[in-house]
């Protein structure tokens, strides 16, 4: 249970980017179930106004139709968000796109779709959002992943996107601090119940071993990587800028499957 009070954003909005499943739609009901009129926005309409009707009983939102590539598509769905309702206080930039690939066997397309995605829709969104935001107090979210610090084999794509995406938020908190915006990162482990990980885990065996190396010894929650974007567009965090905070269960500390092995006695 959150000991945030269940009212905490009552009267902001939130736009969430890519809050039409996974991390971002968890992150999206739980803005709306703390008191904020939610916007989530991806490129399938039907997915879109799925989505904001899954939230109904949490609270008010719409859902709305982009895609983050296309900066004139995704000012439009933020202008639409704040007509219908009101300047932006939240907005959680969480569209992305991932798949194994070797960098021999990468094409140049590929490559270039993921960062279009993710740190080119970063830009977008965020870009897009700026001459929206209520100034000062409105906070910024990018989700990033611990491949912006950490190579990882047959992620080449991801790998660059995300470092790119880490880069961003910090050169955002530099520029916009001073006009009272607030700008960080959020980067999950392995989350499960998402899509990206039954891409970059497939199975239970794969879960599993994966599972094994992590400190914690288990998944994230999508609900868990909700309560930190709570946090970080709380008034808990209001002195946070420029930061990415993990939510990781220690994944990127590194494998410490070895760990008993490597005791005195063990």
């Not at 968000?81 to 590929?110: E, H, K, Q």
């Not at 270039?112 to 995605?117: E, H, K, L, S």
């Not at 392995?190 to 885990?201: K, N």
Request: net charge neutral; hydrophobic share 45%; charged share 15%.
């Amino acid at each position: 249970m959150s000991a945030l009070r269940n009212d905490i954003f009552a009267g902001k909005v939130a736009f969430v980017a890519g809050g039409t499943s996974g991390i971002n739609l968890g992150i999206a009901r739980r803005l709306a179930e703390l008191g904020a009129r939610v916007a989530v926005a991806g490129r399938n309409p039907e997915k879109a106004q799925a989505a904001a009707a899954s939230l109904a009983e949490a609270g008010e939102a719409i859902g709305l139709s982009c895609d983050v590539r296309d900066y004139d598509a995704i000012q439009a769905a933020l202008v639409a968000a704040t007509d219908r309702l009101g300047p932006l206080d939240i907005v959680v930039s969480g569209a992305a796109g991932n798949f194994l690939a070797p960098a021999a066997g990468l094409s140049a397309n590929g490559f270039r779709t993921v960062v279009d995605i993710d740190l080119n829709g970063t830009f977008n969104v965020f870009r897009a959002a700026y001459g929206l935001l209520r100034k000062p107090g409105a906070s910024l979210i990018a989700i990033t992943a611990g491949q912006a610090v950490n190579p990882v084999m047959l992620q080449a794509h991801a790998c660059a996107a995300k470092a790119g995406i880490n880069q961003l938020v910090r050169v955002l908190a530099m520029e916009w601090g001073p006009e009272g915006v607030r700008v960080n990162g959020i980067s999950p482990g392995p989350i499960a119940g998402t899509e990206g990980m039954a891409r970059l885990a497939p199975g239970d065996e794969a879960s599993a071993a994966l599972a094994a190396r992590i400190p914690l010894r288990r998944y994230g929650e999508i609900s868990e990587v909700a309560e930190a974007a709570a946090f970080l567009c709380s008034d808990s965090a209001r002195y946070i800028t420029g930061t990415i905070l993990d939510c990781d269960g220690g994944s990127q500390l590194g494998d410490s499957s070895n760990h008993s092995r490597s005791q005195p006695g063990g």
